[in-house]
Nanobody
């Protein structure tokens, strides 16, 4: 099992920045990929960004490309999401997910609220 704990959400004005953190514990050696997803009220959960644990390759949703940056700290088994130039439409609960090789995102954090005011 892998446990994920997110932190760093909050209220920010449009154009501002926030950094989310996701700390992994447990069977972290089995992690192949970690990602960030978000869910706005009344909408389905959507993909935001992901990073491969080995090699560090990244991939972003078009809606956040150029504004958000995902990174990892192997020593701390932590993934970060630096969010710049935030927009009101970025308002959502942000979830951290982790997956093993050949599997989907099987592990999820509890979520952290991000609210961007206009």
């Amino acid at each position: 099992q892998v446990q994920l704990v997110e932190s760093g959400g909050g209220l920010v004005q449009a154009g501002g920045s926030l950094r989310l953190s996701c700390a992994a514990s447990g069977r972290t050696f089995s992690i192949y990929v970690m990602g960030w997803f978000r869910q706005a009220p009344g909408k389905e959960r959507e993909f935001v960004a992901r990073i491969r644990w080995s090699g560090g390759s990244t991939y972003y949703a078009d809606s956040v490309k150029g504004r958000f940056t995902i990174s990892r700290d192997n020593a701390k088994t932590t993934v970060y999401l630096q969010m710049n130039s935030l927009k009101p439409e970025d308002t959502a609960v942000y979830y951290c997910g982790a997956g093993e090789v050949g599997k989907g995102y099987d592990y999820w954090g509890q979520g952290t609220q991000v609210t961007v005011s206009s």
